[in-house]
């Protein structure tokens, strides 16, 4: 990856895409941005509208509608690009409609000289992951989907409520699918450097270990909740995005629960799936392995096997 820039280009300009651009732009997370988007209007009009905010934004960034042929200096191309999630929709769902789109959008950005790395949004993510991997033939290091970084967000803000302590200070991860079989592995969740549960057992009068997975539903229904209430979901998901890309360009080693190929860790081959990871500057550096009681193993399975069986229903 060129280092002595920071080029993004998005394809996808709707309301996941512009969320994420609107955050670059607000925390100056790159120097070059490019909108491309089936709508050429669309991107020229977006482009406009963050440009005229930028004496405000305390950014130098470079904004503009493109091209595929932009893509070739491109440091990290986002995909935002897809159908929209119906009300009651479940990601897998999307799959098939999804599909149809990438085909259209993998093969122009590899022919443009493209050699940066791939970030996926569009759901479902990780089947969609899998999909521009093989599209493109990259390496899976290079191939990152958002996963389940919002939704481990999502966790940390309802435990940070809960505990009435800083989320940034709750250390707990959601994994497998970003979707229905996502699970919370309680045995790795804690508060500093106190698991969850011993503290919930320590203080029985303030917390109770009932709420754990009453929490764990919380965090799994919340996107069909806002989906509901205001029709999709854009700002969380566009900041975890650019959490993922600032880990990428600062060279962070941070570790995030991307969408990431398995090839061996958890006992789980050939299938992308949310897992804590550490990021650089070459994309995922690597997979950690956490320490998952039996249960959460089954878990863990049964959410890989549902995603590796809908995949290999496609034709890629």
């Not at 191939?143 to 409520?161: C, K, Q, W």
Request: with cysteine; net charge negative; hydrophobic share 40%.
């Amino acid at each position: 990856m060129r280092t002595d820039q920071k080029k993004v280009v998005l394809i996808g300009a709707g309301l996941v895409g512009m969320s994420f651009a609107y955050a670059l732009l607000n925390q100056n997370a790159c120097d070059q941005l490019v909108l491309i988007d089936l709508d050429k209007n669309r991107a020229e009009g977006e482009a406009m509208d963050l440009n005229h905010g930028l004496a405000f934004a305390g950014s130098h960034m470079k904004i503009c509608a493109g091209d595929y042929p932009d893509c070739a200096d491109a440091d990290i191309v986002a995909i935002c690009a897809g159908v929209a999630q119906k009300p009651g929709e479940s990601r897998i769902e999307l799959l098939d409609r999804n599909a149809q789109v990438f085909r259209s959008i993998v093969g122009p950005v590899v022919k443009s000289g493209f050699s940066g790395i791939f970030l996926v949004a569009t759901n479902p993510v990780d089947i969609m992951t899998h999909v521009t991997k093989d599209l493109s033939k990259f390496p899976a290091s290079r191939v990152i989907g958002t996963g389940t970084t919002l939704d481990t967000a999502r966790l940390r803000y309802l435990l940070g409520e809960y505990f009435r302590i800083d989320p940034r200070n709750i250390h707990a991860y959601v994994m497998g699918e970003h979707g229905d079989s996502e699970f919370v592995p309680w045995s790795q969740a804690m508060v500093g450097t106190k698991p969850v549960e011993e503290l919930c057992r320590e203080y029985p009068d303030l917390y109770d270990l009932k709420r754990l997975p009453e929490i764990g539903e919380e965090v799994r229904n919340a996107a069909q909740k806002i989906i509901a209430a205001k029709k999709s979901t854009y700002y969380g998901i566009g900041m975890a995005m650019v959490r993922i890309v600032r880990a990428i360009f600062g060279d962070e080693h941070s570790i995030l629960t991307v969408s990431a190929l398995l090839e061996g860790k958890y006992g789980q081959q050939g299938v992308y799936a949310g897992v804590p990871c550490t990021l650089s500057r070459e994309g995922v550096e690597r997979v950690i392995s956490l320490r998952l009681l039996e249960e959460e193993q089954r878990k863990m399975q049964h959410s890989c096997d549902l995603l590796r069986d809908v995949y290999q229903q496609l034709k890629i």
